[in-house]
Structures are given as C-alpha cells and as structure tokens.
C-alpha cells in the first residue's frame, strides 16, 4: 500500500531528530583525547617525530577497516537482482548511523574507568588527570576504529534481514542493537577480560545472531524462495568487489587494536588465514555441487571465513600452519553452511537469512571463540612442556594474567599492568563465557528489536509485495524493469505518489525510437522515471 505524504516524512524526520539529538550529546559529552588536544609546550623535533609515528602506526589501519566498512560491506550485499540501490546506499546511511550512535554508547562506559582514576589520584593525594575527569567521552583514532567495528556488527545483521527490512526499520534495528552491543562489550572490559582482538565474538557473532534473531521475529513467507532474491550476473560481479575489497584488508581489522609485536602477529595469521579460507571455498565448491562447478555465492562469502575464525586468536603465538588450518577448517565449514544449513534454517526453523550471514559470520566467529579457548588454555609466560611460551606479550595479549603485584621495570616499560594473575584454564573459561554473553545477548536484544519494529507500523515494514525491491524507496532507471525476474507478478514499477498503486512504464517517444534505430552498435540511454 502507497504511503501518504505524511507517512513518507516520518522516516526522515527521525533522523533529522536522531541527529539533534546527537549533535547536543555531543556537545555536551564528547571531545579530543591526549593526541587530538592542542599541543603542549615541547621541542619541535619530538613533536614532529611523535606525530610522525602515530600516524604510521594507527591512522593507516584505520583507513583500512573505513574502507572496509563503506566499500567492503556495500558492495558484498549488492547481489541481489533488484536491490543494489538498497544495498549500497542504506549500508552507507547505517554506518554513518552507528559512527555517531556509538561513540556515544561506547563512551558511556569508559565513565567507569574515569571515575575509578578520579577516586584513585584523590587517595594518592594527586591532581586528576584532565584527561581522566568524569564524565567526558574521549575521542581519538582508537575510537574510531572501535566505532567503525561497531558499525560492522549493524551491517552483518544488516544483511540477515537485506531486503526485507525497511530502511526506516534498519535505522531503528541499529539503534537498539548498539546499546545492546556496547553492554557486551563493556561486560567484556570490565569483567571477562577475554581476548578477541579481531572481534570475531563481539562483532561477528554478535551481530550475526542478533540479525538472525530480528530475522526470525520479521519472518515472512511469501520470502521464502523468492524470485527476486537473486542474482543476474553483473550484480555477482559488484559483489565480488565487495569481497576482493574484505578480504585484502582483513589483516588490518584484525590487527587495528593491536599493539608491538602483537600487533604483527595479527597480520600474519590473518594473512596466511585468508588464503586458508580461499582454497578451502574452491575445493569445497567442487565436492558439495551436484554439477561439479564453482559457485559464486560460495566465492563472495566463504573466501572471507578465514578472517573471521582467525580474529580472536589472530595476536596469540599459534603459529602460520594453525592461521592456514583454521582458514581451511572455517572455508569448509562456511561452505557446509550455505550447503546444509541455510536451506534447513530457511525451512523449518522460519529463519531467513539474506546475504548467509550465519554462515560467514556466525559459524566462523563460533568457531574463533572455542579455538581462542584453546589457544588461551596452553598459553604460558615461560617454557613449559607443552604450552606455548610467550613470555611478557602473554601480559599484553591477556591482560588479566598479569600479576596482580610486583611487575618488574620491563613489563611496566612495555605497558603492562597490573592484572588478577588469572592461570591458563582459567582464561580459557573467560574465553567461553564472552562468546556465550555474545550468544546470549545478542539473541535476547534481537529478538526483542525484532519485535519491536515488526508490530510498531511507525517504522514502516516492506509490504509483502516488494520484498527485495528498490522500487517504493528509489527513482529507478527505465531499464529497471529488466532485471525482474521471468514471471514477477509485481513487474511494474511502485509509483510513490499518494493517489497511485502501480503504473506501467510509457513507451518511448517515437524521436527516441528513430534514434535508437539510427545507431543501432549503441546502447541507447531512455529518460528515468520523474
């Protein structure tokens, strides 16, 4: 059904209002860390050579992860036939939606560590820090990755409901689900202390189970097996540009967050990872069609399993054999899932899953928490039979295991402090608990978003009749129309004037005609739909 013209305003005036009100939180709350305040009084050459060596060090992986983000996940979702408008543009307004929202729901938390260093300089009998005064959100390049990865778990569960969800319920979904992650992941600071580097629990999972469950509460039948929720084949090919852009900087997400030699550990076992993942797709494509022939869908998802399964071990001292097995292992298992799964999940477990999410980002990032339990249950600071030594980076890579006292001058040079003197078993059990509270929070947050934007009508839902379908949201090209698939009932175009329903396209004027005619080795360009 047509909206009115008071109805298409609400959408908009939403965000015009989200915006206000963001723009006051931030006035209010938000500011330049250390690196961004105005220089103090210091040698010019140490200014130059401090500065020099943040932006070698941070900016650039920042700048990899924005790609990723903006380019990466955009163009990984254009696939769909009739959608491509859709997919890029509303995970462009989605990512720029959770930029700002969780900067501040992230921020509000790092008020807890503001307070307990106010309380602490007060009982040393020290001036505060300005930078540690209650209650300012700080803002640096670190922050923005961080809200850059916040945005990435919005556009997985993006892409389970892709297509079937308004884009008035996608901002909404957003909305919800970053207080929800911002809960995990302060949890996880503040308590667990469990390693994930690359966020293959926090992001991925997270945001593939809390995407499966607003899936599931906006259930649909009439998408099941849907004509218009496929492919043609130069929308697989802006698709694979999606992946290309993933899968190159994917060492980077992983390794954004990371410090020293950590830090390049995290880039190697990406590395070697995704070409683990790459032969794994390949091979497993051939061994599970039925025609013996490459799939592509398989090519533009499985490829990247390998970043996701190495993320939360991508800093640990595993070794490049255990990055390439575990890129191998998490090729084969994304692929069964497309395979087996997806199809079984569609069927009988009403959950609908557009881009396979579950299989790229659930599966995989299940598997990087329990061989992160691992990895951390055989981690040891000194040469034990059968444990992996580490030495200090033990102490960077799990910060609780540092020693609650007495941390000698190195460690304390390398920025080590103090920690609960957790033992290996230990941790491997915090290793577990974060990827159950990113289980457990994400389904019970999504199935209550999902509930929320399916029985609110304010947010506008997809009527029935245009699933998959750019048409009720963007003025389309005349040659729209022909990537409908054969015998698509809803063939023309979605007039979105009040007074209208549908209305067939006009013929060309006959000027058009005899030009057309007059160069025929052309492909003619016709007037787009005003």
Known sequence: MALTKLEKLMFPGFLLAFEVVF??????LVDYDSTGIPDPPRPQANQEAASAEFTQTVYPFFQDVHVMIFVGFGFLMTFLRRYGHGSIAFNMLLAAFAIQWSTLTLGVFT????????????????????????CTIRVGIASLVGSDF??????ITMGAVLGRASPFQLVIIAFFELMFYAANDAL???VLQAADIGG??????????????CSFMLFNRKAIEHKRNSSVYHSDLFAMIGTLFLWLFWPSFNGALATGNAQTRAVINTYFSMTGSVLATFTASIFFSGNRKFNMTLVQNATLAGGVAVGSVANMVIGPWAAILIGFL???????????????????????????VHNLHGLPGVFSGIASAIAAGVAEFASESGRVTYDNSLFIVFPARAPTLNLTAEQTSLGIEPGEGRHAGTQAGYQLALLASSLGISIFGGLLTGLIVRWLPTFQPVDKDFLFDDSPYWKLPDDADNYLPEGDENKPVHDLTPTSTLRQRRPPDPIEIKEQRAEPGRIAFTQSNV
């Not at 307990?116 to 300089?121: G, K, N, P, R, V």
């Not at 916040?150 to 556009?155: E, M, R």
């Not at 090729?331 to 396979?356: A, E, R």
């Open 188 to 190: 996880n600071i503040h």
């Open 111 to 134: 008020f807890i560590d503001q307070a307990e260093a106010e309380d602490d300089a007060r009982a040393a009998g020290v001036p505060v820090d300005p930078q540690d005064e209650c």
């Open 330 to 356: 998490s090729g084969f298992l994304s692929v069964i899932g497309y395979k087996y799964f997806s199809p079984t999940m569609d069927k009988w477990l009403y959950l609908q899953d557009t881009c396979g």
């Open 23 to 28: 723009l006051i939180l931030f006035g209010l």
């Open 200 to 213: 293959s629990m926090i992001i991925h999972t997270f945001g593939a189970y809390f995407g499966l469950a």
């Open 150 to 155: 916040a945005a990435a778990a919005v556009l």
